[in-house]
């Protein structure tokens, strides 16, 4: 069984960074697909950042909106995703999650909310 736990939210004013987490119990972390999606109160969820699988550094692809902001990245070594966000913009509250595909399966995180304190 595939667990992926997310830490990291909380409270930020906009501008303010956040980083956020996604701890897997992946045996072979490094070949697979991680992606960050969010979902905003009222709203689909989307994704926000995703790395493609491969051994070694893949290159992340972004939504539009946070292009520049945020920087998703990997620490083969403890099995963890990282979302870096920068300058958050305001109404930006929702519940992040960690995502990825293992043999055709999907599997989600819990999720970790991040709320605008403004």
């Known amino acids: 069984q595939v667990q992926l736990v997310e830490s990291g939210g909380g409270s930020v004013q906009p501008g303010e960074s956040l980083r956020l987490s996604c701890a897997t119990s992946?045996?072979?972390?490094?070949?697979?697909?991680m992606a960050w999606y969010r979902q905003a109160p009222g709203k689909q969820r989307e994704l926000v950042a995703s790395?493609?699988?491969?051994?070694?550094?893949?290159?992340?692809n972004y939504v539009d909106s946070v292009k520049g902001r945020f920087t998703a990245s990997k620490d083969n070594a403890k099995k963890t995703m990282y979302l870096q966000m920068n300058s958050l913009l305001p109404a930006g509250t929702a519940v992040y999650y960690c995502?990825?595909?293992?043999?055709?399966?999907?599997?989600w995180g819990q999720g970790t909310q991040v709320t605008d304190s403004d």
């Open positions: 790395i493609p699988k491969g051994d070694g550094y893949q290159t992340p």
């Open positions: 995502y990825t595909e293992v043999k055709s399966r999907t599997y």
């Open positions: 992946l045996t072979f972390f490094s070949i697979y697909l």
